[in-house]
């Protein structure tokens, strides 16, 4: 079904699109519908341009103070989504990408897409207490789901990694 859906969209948005500038080029003109489109392009890039570089301070900053990157990481994604859409020629695809140029909108969108897509995420934690102590199973059944190792550091204990110590999970 979802894929239905999808092939739909990647029919009707261009349909939709081409419809558009020839209903706008009808009623404004083909030079003045051409410059609205060209401008929206230039006027987005510039304003992604300014926002990158703040998702990018963001980033910076959060993984300075040992937070996780997150909400300045889907900023960055959705600025990337956003440029995509300025490039493509069309007038809706401008007005969705300066939708999402709009940072209280562009985090309600992430908010919504994070959820979405954790819906039917299921995890799963292995404990690790000892060098030689197997793991202990905390959620889940093992056979369920993709499994994420990494790495981990106790805040005041200073860096583990690299060494195998107690904020080391083994492969």
Do not use: N
């Not at 939709?16 to 230039?42: D, N, R, Y």
């Amino acid at each position: 079904m979802l894929r239905l859906v999808i092939g739909l969209v990647f029919i009707m948005v261009p349909v939709l699109e081409l419809a558009l500038l020839i209903k706008t080029g009808q009623v404004i003109g083909v030079g003045a519908t051409v410059a609205l489109v060209v401008t929206t392009a230039l006027t987005g890039a510039f304003i992604i341009s300014r926002q990158s570089s703040t998702v990018l301070r963001q980033t910076l900053e959060a993984m300075s103070e040992g937070r996780p990157p997150v909400a300045p990481v889907l900023d960055g994604l959705f600025l990337l989504v956003a440029g995509a859409l300025l490039l493509t020629p069309g007038l809706l695809t401008d007005l969705v990408a300066l939708l999402l140029l709009v940072p209280p909108l562009r985090r309600a969108v992430a908010r919504w897409s994070v959820r979405w897509l954790m819906r039917g995420a299921r995890v799963r934690v292995k404990v690790y207490r000892g060098a030689g102590e197997a793991p202990r199973q905390a959620a889940a059944d093992p056979g369920e789901g993709p499994i994420i190792e990494g790495e981990f550091e106790r805040l005041g204990e200073g860096s583990t990694r690299g060494r195998g110590g107690a904020g080391h999970l083994p492969s």
